[in-house]
């Protein structure tokens, strides 16, 4: 018995995954049939308040999307944006496969993240490659900027 709820669990899981990313612009062009596998590759991270989530300089080897909370962008000791449900960073380090370009920490109440590995999202990176040139466009226009569910400050 104890079997069947922990396979009810993890079709529950993989189904709030898929939906949150059905929610995520950036993944949002992928075909139907990849979106589970994606899912799949998701890991779940917590930070704590104010907790250091990437540091500026650090080599990129992932990228996440928030599940809950916020988490905010942090340049010239100044706070220049932050992620909510549904948005997503750290895709620039890897699609310009360098290092990080801003400090990200969570929130004054943590973050609930998903962490997606480098060599996921470069299996995906030519499927979604329209919504990382908006994104790029969006980098230039902003000096900073980032996707799906953010503020500007």
């Not at 999202?121 to 790029?136: D, G, M, P, W, Y």
């Amino acid at each position: 018995m104890h079997l069947h709820f922990s396979m009810a669990d993890e079709q529950a899981t993989l189904a709030y995954r898929i939906e949150l990313m059905q929610q995520v612009d950036l993944v949002q062009a992928l075909d139907s049939e990849l979106l589970p596998g994606l899912a799949k590759a998701l890991v779940p991270k917590t930070f704590g308040p104010n907790e250091t989530i990437i540091e500026v300089g650090e080599p990129a080897d992932c990228m996440y999307f928030v599940d809950r909370g916020t988490a905010d962008v942090i340049k010239d000791g100044a706070v220049v944006w932050t992620y909510e449900s549904r948005g997503f960073f750290g895709e620039k380090g890897l699609v310009d496969n360098a290092p990080r370009a801003a400090t990200v920490v969570a929130g004054d109440r943590g973050v609930g993240l998903f962490r997606l590995r480098k060599d996921v999202f470069n299996a995906i990176k030519t499927r979604v490659s329209h919504a990382l040139e908006e994104r790029q466009e969006m980098y230039e226009e902003t000096d900073f900027g980032g996707g799906g569910a953010a503020r500007r400050y």
